[in-house]
């Protein structure tokens, strides 16, 4: 596997940057996240026409009832121009939330990164790139981070109904919802 997750540097920076120095970073392996529940598919690339039906295969190997696929376009054009883009990375930029639902994603077009916690609370990174299936874990605390303003266009889809269901952890409720708690207790954090 080439996909390379790691642990986040906690150097100084804008957290778009990549966050991986060699003196203070060190490689995850897809082991490591499988003990985090988190999963990481390689996908053979193709022009896209197929990504949809692998997507749909693998959440219904994972007992996903309703498939149905959300693209959303985090892109300066499609988020409304810059101003707006900017104004939007700055309100979720870095904001810590809790996974109610399985998720499942697959980068269309561009890269960002999703930081995971592990069990002792430090950060994993992992690069969200074209080529791979994401499997996210009800319960997970993670963020999302948009490396740039170019075109970044994902596929996702959520357990149960479709929708945004993430719990922002500081809210009290986030550490006891079912699934935050289910997921500490399985992975033994």
């Known amino acids: 596997m080439t996909h390379l997750a790691y642990t986040y540097d906690n150097t100084p920076g804008a957290l778009h940057l990549p966050h991986n120095d060699p ?5 995850v392996s897809k082991e490591d996240l499988a003990a985090l529940n988190i999963h990481v ?9 197929d990504v ?30 810059k101003a707006e883009f900017e104004k939007k990375r700055k309100e979720t930029e870095g904001h810590e939330y809790v996974l ?7 980068v269309l077009q561009g890269k960002a990164y999703a ?10 990174r992992i690069p969200l790139v074209p080529g791979y299936i994401y499997i996210w874990p009800p319960g997970a605390a993670r963020r999302a981070v948009h490396v740039d303003d170019s075109e ?10 479709p929708g945004w269901r993430g719990i922002e952890r500081s809210k009290a409720e986030a550490e006891k919802h079912p699934a935050r708690m289910a997921y500490v207790q399985s992975v033994g954090a």
């Open 23 to 27: 003196s203070a970073s060190k490689p």
């Open 41 to 49: 598919i390689q996908i053979p690339h193709s022009d896209g026409s």
């Open 52 to 81: 949809e039906a692998k997507l749909k295969a693998v959440a219904g190997e994972r007992g996903f009832e309703n498939v149905d696929v959300e693209v959303l376009d985090l892109s300066v054009g499609g988020v409304g121009g």
């Open 100 to 106: 109610s639902e399985e998720t499942i994603n697959v």
């Open 115 to 124: 930081d995971f916690r592990d069990k002792s609370n430090g950060w994993i």
């Open 152 to 161: 970044f266009r994902v596929m996702r889809v959520v357990k149960g109904e």
